[in-house]
């Protein structure tokens, strides 16, 4: 009982300590905040940029891979890249040639190609701005793809086969853009001049490195080469096995299928590229780590200056208050009472430092993240480091002033001046 009173009487005058040297005390609070905000708003942008690459790959699985006229890489800054080799084009006899011949179990390819990026949609007497992108794509192109449905139906073969004017469309048209007020199941959508009938609307997508992937439309491939004929269209192969483990065998198949379409000897390398699903989930990987120790180093080398500073500021603390100690001691207090009062002392500014921060540290990680156009996370791992680190910031500090503070001869304490 004893103890418990004196243990509240001590962090009583620590708390008093704290409100009598209070300009002092803020600037404490800022300097530590600061260190903290660097750490929680790096922190937070980098699991915001994490999500938003794992929503835009992972949905493709580990059994999964692509081929096109170069296989894609990610760069270190989290953008796609693509290796300068000049390689043809994948044409589109290639293209069917491939979708035909390549004939391993358990798999199903699909063809597609990108038509525009700047098309103009019109329904009724409304229409878009020339933003659209518009894929020619066959039956198991969503599938192939990890695209979801909210509403309606996927292309199925008759409708790639018999050349049917409808199409699937991003979630935009239906919760924000032309269809948004009325059911976009069924409704008649025009795009250059043609009509098509809209049997599904996919989940939404959000954006990857700025580009939309809620304003698209899906119509058949046959009836988008019809409608745009430009020169030196690529296409793309996207093949799926329900298998993982066959996987390798798959892309060694798909290899030796795609030399004999290409025509290569067996001297000349591949003028193609295959991108295998998991290699691009790894790489995320690789990288959203890389960035998640940079923003902790980042976040150390801030922290260790507010360490230095919030020490400093104790260790003046303990010299002004050189006769208060002596006249703690003298009226009974041990050690480990006056090192215990310092130590709390240091640990509330700490923690308090550290609230701040992690409010301002938030809010500039969302303020960076709406700007990126990146999915916000509430970086739940980055708050509970910053407790972590503001107790042990404070704990660090005040270890050195504590003990000075304790082993005051109280005699000389009371002498002070």
Same mark, same amino acid.
């Given at each position: 009982?004893?103890?418990?009173?004196?243990?509240?009487?001590?962090?009583?005058?620590?708390?008093?300590?704290?409100?009598?040297?209070?300009?002092?005390?803020?600037?404490?609070?800022?300097?530590?905040? &600061?260190?903290?905000?660097?750490?929680?708003?790096?922190?937070?942008?980098?699991?915001?940029? %994490?999500?938003?690459?794992?929503? $835009?790959?992972?949905?493709?699985?580990?059994?999964?891979?692509?081929?096109?006229?170069?296989?894609?890489?990610?760069?270190?800054?989290?953008?796609?890249?693509?290796?300068?080799?000049?390689?043809? =084009?994948?044409?589109?006899?290639?293209?069917?040639?491939?979708?035909?011949?390549?004939?391993?179990?358990?798999?199903?390819?699909?063809?597609?190609?990108? /038509?525009?990026?700047?098309?103009?949609?019109?329904? %009724?007497?409304?229409?878009?701005?020339?933003?659209?992108?518009?894929?020619?794509?066959?039956?198991?192109?969503?599938?192939?793809?990890?695209?979801?449905?909210?509403?309606?139906?996927?292309?199925?073969?008759?409708?790639?086969?018999?050349?049917?004017?409808?199409?699937?469309?991003?979630?935009?048209?239906?919760?924000?853009?032309?269809?948004?007020?009325?059911?976009?199941?069924?409704?008649?959508?025009?795009?250059?001049? $043609?009509?098509?009938?809209?049997?599904?609307?996919?989940? %939404?997508?959000?954006?990857?490195?700025?580009?939309?992937?809620?304003?698209?439309?899906?119509?058949?491939?046959?009836?988008?080469?019809?409608?745009?004929?430009?020169?030196?269209?690529?296409?793309?192969?996207?093949?799926?096995?329900?298998?993982?483990?066959?996987?390798?065998? /798959? &892309?060694?198949?798909?290899?030796?299928?795609?030399?004999?379409?290409?025509?290569?000897?067996?001297?000349?390398?591949?003028?193609?590229?295959?991108?295998?699903?998991?290699?691009?989930?790894?790489?995320?990987?690789?990288?959203?780590?890389?960035?998640?120790?940079?923003?902790?180093?980042?976040?150390?080398?801030?922290?260790?200056?507010?360490? =230095? /500073?919030?020490?400093?500021?104790?260790?003046?603390?303990?010299?002004?208050?050189?006769?208060?100690?002596?006249?703690?001691?003298?009226?009974?207090?041990?050690?480990?009472?006056?090192?215990?009062?310092?130590?709390?002392?240091?640990?509330?500014?700490?923690?308090?430092?550290?609230?701040?921060?992690?409010?301002?540290?938030?809010?500039?990680?969302?303020?960076?993240?709406?700007?990126?156009?990146?999915?916000?996370?509430?970086?739940?791992?980055?708050?509970? $480091? /910053?407790?972590?680190?503001?107790?042990?910031?404070?704990?660090?500090?005040?270890?050195?002033?504590? =003990?000075? $503070?304790?082993?005051?001869?109280?005699?000389?304490?009371?002498?002070?001046?």
């Amino acid at each position: 009982m004893i103890g418990l009173k004196l243990f509240r009487e001590n962090i009583k005058i620590a708390l008093s300590s704290i409100r009598t040297q209070l300009l002092r005390t803020i600037l404490t609070i800022v300097i530590i905040a &600061i260190g903290i905000t660097a750490l929680v708003g790096i922190l937070t942008v980098v699991a915001a940029f %994490e999500n938003n690459l794992n929503t $835009a790959f992972a949905t493709m699985g580990s059994n999964t891979f692509n081929i096109n006229q170069y296989k894609t890489q990610l760069r270190g800054s989290g953008g796609i890249n693509k290796i300068e080799k000049i390689n043809p =084009i994948i044409t589109y006899p290639e293209a069917k040639a491939f979708k035909e011949k390549y004939s391993f179990p358990l798999t199903q390819t699909s063809l597609s190609f990108i /038509a525009t990026s700047t098309a103009e949609v019109k329904f %009724e007497n409304q229409k878009t701005d020339p933003e659209i992108s518009v894929l020619g794509v066959d039956e198991y192109f969503l599938t192939n793809s990890g695209l979801e449905l909210t509403q309606g139906r996927n292309f199925n073969s008759f409708d790639i086969s018999n050349n049917v004017y409808s199409c699937v469309v991003g979630s935009d048209f239906a919760s924000k853009g032309l269809l948004k007020d009325v059911n976009p199941i069924g409704k008649i959508l025009s795009i250059r001049g $043609a009509k098509f009938k809209v049997i599904g609307v996919l989940k %939404e997508k959000g954006s990857t490195f700025g580009n939309s992937r809620d304003l698209r439309v899906m119509i058949p491939i046959q009836v988008a080469r019809s409608l745009f004929s430009a020169p030196n269209i690529n296409y793309s192969l996207s093949t799926m096995i329900q298998r993982t483990e066959l996987l390798d065998d /798959a &892309i060694d198949n798909a290899i030796v299928t795609m030399r004999k379409i290409k025509k290569l000897n067996p001297v000349e390398e591949d003028n193609f590229g295959i991108s295998r699903s998991d290699d691009l989930v790894n790489k995320i990987a690789s990288i959203t780590g890389f960035l998640g120790v940079s923003a902790w180093l980042i976040g150390i080398i801030t922290i260790l200056g507010s360490s =230095i /500073a919030l020490m400093n500021i104790m260790i003046v603390s303990v010299t002004e208050r050189t006769r208060e100690i002596g006249v703690r001691k003298a009226l009974g207090a041990k050690k480990g009472d006056i090192a215990f009062q310092f130590f709390v002392e240091t640990i509330t500014i700490g923690q308090i430092g550290g609230f701040f921060g992690i409010i301002v540290g938030i809010l500039v990680g969302y303020g960076i993240s709406s700007l990126l156009k990146l999915a916000f996370v509430i970086p739940w791992s980055a708050i509970i $480091a /910053a407790f972590i680190t503001s107790f042990i910031v404070g704990l660090v500090s005040g270890l050195y002033p504590a =003990i000075k $503070a304790s082993q005051l001869d109280p005699i000389e304490a009371l002498r002070y001046e």
